[in-house]
């Protein structure tokens, strides 16, 4: 079938020629609950199983702040063949992939809708247990294993040009790399933090050391990255992690994921006095978000060497000097890319509802001067870090 | 055609349907001049014009101390096309591409004849006074050009692609910066030197810095490199400097190509006390040797210098403060690539004609020992390196 942006009705007939997935007798309904700005996402249900799965269409442009640009279509095979990657290496922290249709950009796969995207579930000032334990796990298993360490030499470069991913790394190379460090159009800020964005515009040190991770983003072909694991990419119930919409996958720096989840959690941290009136509930839920981070890294550490221990046959590469060297630079470059992160959902053109939500908007200023202080910091401390608490301490003394 | 090695015969055959090269009434001929390890290479010749064309057709094996292994003929592919992008960068420096047949993995391309092989002509004391401002400047170009800094973000992206070279990279990747640090069977040293491979072998420290050296090889896709840019593949007279046999090309670290052509050059430092009986004529040689490494240092720093200015319009790259960082890591990269390179000559499979030829056992292995301990001190000392003038000076204190 051509190209096409589905209706309801579409998605509905598709879904019942599917084989394998509803019975004979089913009785189909779809929802749309996407948002419509870069793809058509339905819910279709039987009403009489309960069974339901998700389709996900991409549609051929993005629309972002009311305008619209053209974007390839090629970002649905790059989703569903990552998910796949993600699920087979890390088998039930990503939604399962029932079908995927080339022609249509689009891909049929797991129901989620007894989870909440983790981002609201924060803002709600929820906590996830096991959350820590899941994401160490998952960055662990999908860094490692698509990387050099653990593919065969051809099949990890084959999987190089299988992820080549222009247009959607164009995106991040722009709105997390370039934009927010200039008064550049797409920018989008609290005029009341106009001072704290232009020392950083003038921050000549600072931009060359974004500079330098904006070269590894573009260059380091180091393993198959999410590409955008923010905690609006992650789903979550108390029991179960689900990491959603690979779509900027590609072969990155591993330090980008970690960096970017890391940073995710620092905005809910530097938000919290936006929200919480008692400093003691503000300082109890950032000791929370603190101790997730020390966590997961600690959980993904292990996790790690524990693989490079099992997969590495590499002589050159399978020295306990060069895992810890390994480790520690990893650490930095996450610390480096979480900095990068912070900013530019401080000054970009993609604000987080985290902070986008605060409604007085002094309050919101000091917490948005907070992030991009924690941002800063993180980039221009990221060499001398030797730790994971180490890297939480500057979130800490940034507080007032 | 299907894919069959060439007679002499056919290559004249072929040669004759080839439009536009030799005239109607050539009388050609033709001589095999490779050596069939890795590709035949046809010397074809019209006996009345005296024009001339070198047919290059990749064998589908590798004949290795006797032994047999296959090797993709898509590095027949690759070479022809890096050779095509080498000369629209730079042109005049590499050999003219007339022809590609991808069936028969074979390249008609301009015949160099008149050209010496680098290596030779430095074994038999030749200076080539324009060869330190052609070779800067051609790995200024080809290396700056191809890279991000150039190359608009699909078109980099696709050309990463375009020269994913799987194979010949495993070549580099085991050859380089795995085998000769440990006792691989493929290693080949004089028994002599025995003692000082073994301190290389027991050296953890050397090791995890030469693996970070190897991760940077296999995954830090900054630019199209020649891949295996030694003084075997490059041809000179003393006006002229042509660069052959890109089948390694792929996209990688700048620092590699700068690396390998430093290390040969040291590498002929290392020997000359092995050729020459008198230490003025010794000492006189090496300054030439040096004052060629500085000085195609600077013309490259120059020129690359001068296309960053030129062709960089990403505002975050074009601060003066990110270029400096950016032409100082490379300085140290290159240092510890060239140390690699150096020691793998020695210990490793593929020795090297400068060291190999040395007739007296004994000042060869002093020749040998001097490259091991000048390749060692460029990877362990890279770090603090800030000036081409020290990489140079780290070859001269090794001389006792």
């Not at 890391?262 to 101790?291: H, M, V």
């Given at each position: 079938m051509a190209y096409h942006a589905f209706s309801e009705q579409e998605a509905v007939e598709y879904a019942r020629k599917l084989p394998g997935i509803f019975s004979e007798n089913?009785?189909?309904?779809?929802?749309?609950?996407?948002?419509?700005?870069?793809?058509?996402?339905?819910?279709?249900?039987?009403?009489?199983?309960?069974?339901?799965?998700?389709?996900k269409q991409a549609l051929p442009y993005a629309r972002v702040v009311g305008e619209s640009m053209p974007l390839t279509l090629d970002r649905s095979r790059i989703e569903s063949e990552a998910l796949i990657i993600q699920d087979q290496l890390?088998?039930?922290?990503?939604?399962?992939?029932?079908?995927?249709?080339?022609?249509?950009?689009?891909?049929?796969?797991?129901?989620?809708?007894?989870?909440?995207?983790?981002?609201?579930?924060?803002?709600?000032?929820?906590?996830?247990?096991?959350?820590?334990?899941?994401?160490?796990?998952?960055?662990?298993?999908?860094?490692?294993?698509?990387?050099?360490?653990?593919?065969?030499?051809?099949?990890?470069?084959?999987?190089?040009?299988?992820?080549?991913?222009?247009?959607?790394?164009?995106?991040?190379?722009?709105?997390?790399?370039?934009?927010?460090?200039?008064?550049?159009?797409?920018?989008?800020?609290?005029?009341?933090?106009?001072?704290?964005?232009?020392?950083?515009?003038?921050?000549?040190?600072?931009?060359?050391?974004?500079?330098?991770?904006?070269?590894?983003?573009?260059?380091?072909?180091?393993?198959?990255?999410?590409?955008?694991?923010?905690?609006?990419?992650?789903?979550?119930?108390k029991e179960s992690t689900k990491v959603i919409d690979p779509e900027f996958a590609y072969y990155g720096p591993m330090g980008f994921d970690i960096g970017a989840l890391i940073a995710n959690l620092l905005l809910s941290f530097a938000a919290q006095e936006g929200w919480k009136e008692d400093p003691l509930e503000c300082q109890d839920y950032r000791s929370y978000l603190s101790k997730t981070i020390i966590d997961l890294w600690l959980v993904f550490e292990q996790e790690f060497r524990a693989l490079w221990k099992e997969h590495v046959k590499d002589p050159m590469y399978s020295s306990s000097a060069y895992v810890d060297e390994f480790v520690a630079r990893l650490l930095k470059d996450s610390a480096g890319y979480a900095g990068c992160k912070m900013m530019r959902r401080v000054i970009g053109l993609a604000g987080v509802a985290d902070l986008k939500t605060i409604e007085d908007e002094q309050r919101r200023a000091k917490a948005e001067i907070l992030a991009l202080e924690i941002g800063q910091a993180l980039v221009m401390s990221r060499h001398s870090l030797t730790s994971v608490d180490e890297l939480v301490e500057i979130a800490k003394k940034a507080v007032k």
């Amino acid at each position: 079938m051509a190209y096409h942006a589905f209706s309801e009705q579409e998605a509905v007939e598709y879904a019942r020629k599917l084989p394998g997935i509803f019975s004979e007798n089913a009785v189909l309904e779809s929802r749309e609950i996407g948002d419509g700005n870069l793809n058509l996402v339905f819910h279709i249900k039987d009403k009489n199983s309960d069974k339901s799965v998700i389709f996900k269409q991409a549609l051929p442009y993005a629309r972002v702040v009311g305008e619209s640009m053209p974007l390839t279509l090629d970002r649905s095979r790059i989703e569903s063949e990552a998910l796949i990657i993600q699920d087979q290496l890390c088998p039930g922290y990503v939604p399962k992939v029932y079908h995927y249709d080339k022609e249509l950009a689009l891909t049929v796969m797991e129901d989620l809708s007894d989870h909440v995207i983790m981002r609201r579930g924060l803002i709600e000032g929820n906590r996830y247990p096991k959350f820590s334990e899941h994401i160490g796990l998952f960055m662990a298993r999908t860094l490692f294993l698509s990387s050099d360490f653990a593919l065969g030499f051809k099949e990890k470069k084959e999987r190089v040009a299988q992820f080549i991913n222009p247009e959607l790394c164009k995106i991040t190379e722009d709105l997390v790399f370039t934009d927010p460090y200039f008064d550049a159009e797409s920018n989008n800020f609290n005029p009341l933090i106009r001072a704290e964005v232009e020392k950083i515009w003038n921050n000549a040190i600072l931009k060359s050391e974004i500079a330098k991770l904006k070269f590894g983003f573009m260059t380091e072909a180091q393993t198959l990255l999410h590409g955008d694991l923010h905690t609006g990419s992650i789903m979550v119930t108390k029991e179960s992690t689900k990491v959603i919409d690979p779509e900027f996958a590609y072969y990155g720096p591993m330090g980008f994921d970690i960096g970017a989840l890391i940073a995710n959690l620092l905005l809910s941290f530097a938000a919290q006095e936006g929200w919480k009136e008692d400093p003691l509930e503000c300082q109890d839920y950032r000791s929370y978000l603190s101790k997730t981070i020390i966590d997961l890294w600690l959980v993904f550490e292990q996790e790690f060497r524990a693989l490079w221990k099992e997969h590495v046959k590499d002589p050159m590469y399978s020295s306990s000097a060069y895992v810890d060297e390994f480790v520690a630079r990893l650490l930095k470059d996450s610390a480096g890319y979480a900095g990068c992160k912070m900013m530019r959902r401080v000054i970009g053109l993609a604000g987080v509802a985290d902070l986008k939500t605060i409604e007085d908007e002094q309050r919101r200023a000091k917490a948005e001067i907070l992030a991009l202080e924690i941002g800063q910091a993180l980039v221009m401390s990221r060499h001398s870090l030797t730790s994971v608490d180490e890297l939480v301490e500057i979130a800490k003394k940034a507080v007032k």
